[in-house]
């Protein structure tokens, strides 16, 4: 109990030590006057007197308490209520990337088949009909894994989740930014007349060839990889 007094007084704010230092004296002078008071019978019909002495002895101890226990203690609460938050929203984060992500690596298995099971038709043609279908989830990607770099970014603090490698976090991110830029490169690749009017000197042009090896150069990065690693986040 000592120690934890000890403890509590040593990292109290300067302020609040010293109102202590002035109140707690105070209020055992004014226990000593109300004692010897009582012992002589001068508090007999006095009551408003008792009433104001007794409320200023119990000012003198209230405020130093709860300055230096309940103040702190609610600010604990406070802070613990705010990393279960953090922990909460790391954990939906996660959650949110890894379904993201799982849709990538279903887009990027459907686009595979689709490549190599008919060589026949026009590869662009390909793209665009499965983009219709399914987007890839390649703007989630990007929003989600926005969250995960605060969290990287954030110092390592007890009762959060702990950063990741920082070489291994690299590792994943530079995959994540090959399947968004690449997928963005084949969408203008795939429309090039529109991609000419919208942005001129933003266009990609590619024979049907050399697209195809571009997407299925796509569909081979692991994003599945980085999935699993990112489950393994604590």
């Not at 704010?13 to 006057?33: D, E, F, N, R, T």
């Not at 929203?89 to 990538?104: I, N």
């Not at 989740?161 to 070489?167: G, H, I, M, N, Q």
């Not at 195809?212 to 569909?219: D, I, P, Q």
Request: overall charge positive; charged content about 25%; proline content about 6%.
């Amino acid at each position: 109990m000592g120690t934890r007094i000890g403890d509590v007084w040593r990292a109290a704010p300067p302020y609040s030590k010293q109102l202590s230092a002035i109140l707690w004296p105070i209020g055992g002078m004014l226990v000593v006057v109300g004692v010897y008071g009582d012992v002589q019978g001068f508090w007999q019909n006095r009551g408003f007197l008792v009433n104001l002495t007794s409320g200023l002895t119990s000012f003198c101890f209230a405020i130093p308490v709860a300055l230096l226990f309940l103040g702190p203690r609610a600010e604990l609460e406070r802070q613990e209520s705010v990393e279960a938050e953090l922990r909460l929203s790391h954990a939906r984060a996660v959650l949110s990337v890894s379904r993201s992500l799982s849709g990538v690596t279903h887009g990027q298995n459907t686009l595979r088949r689709a490549l190599q099971g008919d060589t026949s038709s026009k590869p662009r043609e390909l793209f665009m009909r499965l983009q219709a279908r399914r987007p890839f989830s390649i703007s989630e990607v990007e929003t989600t894994w926005r969250v995960l770099d605060s969290f990287q970014e954030t110092p390592d603090r007890r009762g959060l989740p702990r950063r990741l490698d920082p070489s291994a976090y690299n590792r994943m991110r530079q995959v994540v930014n090959e399947v968004v830029n690449g997928y963005r490169e084949l969408s203008r690749a795939a429309e090039p007349e529109a991609v000419s009017v919208r942005w001129p000197n933003d266009s990609v042009e590619w024979t049907d060839e050399q697209f195809r090896e571009k997407a299925l150069s796509w569909c081979a990065l692991d994003v599945d990889k980085v999935r699993r690693t990112l489950q393994r986040w604590p």
